[in-house]
């Protein structure tokens, strides 16, 4: 068994469960395989897989009762769903449901392959929280073996700005988190989500090139001490520019927007309303909501009430009034996660 990861292939199509299990087999996967949601529980509840792949209809359990019985053994085991042809209405019900994927059939194995390791990757995030735990899996594609090297890049990167800030390293995860949450609670797309929850933790590289006399002073900053400070995501977006690497654009689209403030008056650019770009939009309210609920050597942690009130108050000021909405929406998913990485 070793490393593999073990995905369960549940379809009542024997020529498709074989070609998966087949397929899936040969590229180094452990697989179990099930010809119905019920056999398909009951090989759940004796171990737990990495990933199932589930078909969408199926006679007797169908697929989104089948996962809601699976979640129900298993929380946040992670999902994708097979589907015939493109049914938009059953696959939203899927992703309401807490599917993380969709794949059509036939699926293409590689494709397939690509879309397990996004998946079994993002879920080991929302396990233990962090990008360094980059899961093993036994046979890496060149591509993948690129992405591993840019996540293991970002942590380390990230993990210098920290050295400098006071901020914890658990104030980067939560911040990603809250920031992914309320971007899959207004309909963004898995994969955008994958990229904001790699991507966010750079929100502050900038930081290493502010002096430790300004980043790490306890009392409010002096005039001259603020122009200086406000220069973080100018040297965020300096070091992060001209990458080839999606999460790396994307980091530096929210290092250098993080800040900005919906009626205009943020920085550095002073941009207003949707010419901020929706990523710094959405980071901007996880910032905050953590900044606020944590302690700093010159302020308490505020309640997360008084935090959401603030959040609540500053809509169409500091920030987007339809993200404002939807965050206010997910209090109790945030405070999950407020919970599980406090500190
Ligand atoms: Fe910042
Ligand atoms: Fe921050």
């Avoid at 529980?41 to 019985?69: C, H, N, Y």
């Avoid at 946040?76 to 992703?95: R, S």
């Avoid at 009392?219 to 603020?226: A, M, N, S």
Wanted: glycine fraction near 6%.
């Amino acid at each position: 068994m070793g490393n593999k990861k073990i995905i369960l292939i549940v379809d009542d199509d024997k020529t498709v469960l074989f070609f998966l299990d087949k397929a899936l087999k040969t590229i180094g996967y452990e697989t179990h395989i099930s010809l119905s949601g019920t056999d398909a529980l009951s090989i759940a509840r004796k171990q737990r897989p990495d990933l199932v792949l589930l078909d969408v209809q199926m006679p007797e359990m169908d697929g989104i009762t089948t996962m809601e019985e699976l979640h129900k053994l298993h929380p946040g085991l992670p999902v994708i769903f097979q589907t015939g042809q493109e049914d938009v209405e059953t696959l939203e019900k899927a992703f309401r449901k807490g599917a993380v994927d969709f794949i059509i059939k036939p699926a293409k194995i590689l494709e397939l392959d690509t879309r397990i390791r996004k998946v079994i990757i993002s879920s080991c995030f929302d396990q233990s929280g962090f990008s360094c735990n980059v899961p093993e899996i036994t046979i890496w594609e060149q591509n993948q073996a690129l992405l591993d090297t840019q996540l293991e890049i970002i942590c380390r990167l990230t993990k210098v700005a920290e050295y400098k800030d006071i901020d914890t390293a658990n104030h980067i995860v939560r911040m990603a988190y809250y920031s992914v949450l309320l971007a899959r609670e207004i309909g963004i797309e898995q994969r955008i989500c994958w990229l904001i929850l790699n991507a966010s933790p750079m929100h502050d590289i900038g930081k290493v090139g502010i002096p430790d006399s300004i980043l790490l002073k306890p009392d409010k900053l002096t005039d001259d001490e603020w122009k200086v400070m406000v220069r973080h995501p100018f040297i965020g977006s300096k070091i992060l520019k001209c990458s080839k690497s999606e999460i790396i654009r994307m980091g530096e689209i929210i290092a250098m927007s993080h800040h900005e403030k919906w009626d205009g008056s943020g920085y550095p650019r002073k941009l207003k309303g949707e010419d901020i770009p929706l990523v710094g939009r959405i980071t901007a309210i996880a910032d905050v909501f953590d900044a606020l609920t944590s302690m700093r050597p010159y302020k308490k942690a505020w309640s997360a009430e008084e935090a959401f009130n603030l959040i609540e108050k500053d809509r169409g000021k500091h920030f987007d009034p339809v993200l404002v909405e939807a965050f206010l929406n997910i209090k109790e998913k945030i405070l999950s996660v407020k919970e599980k990485f406090k500190g």
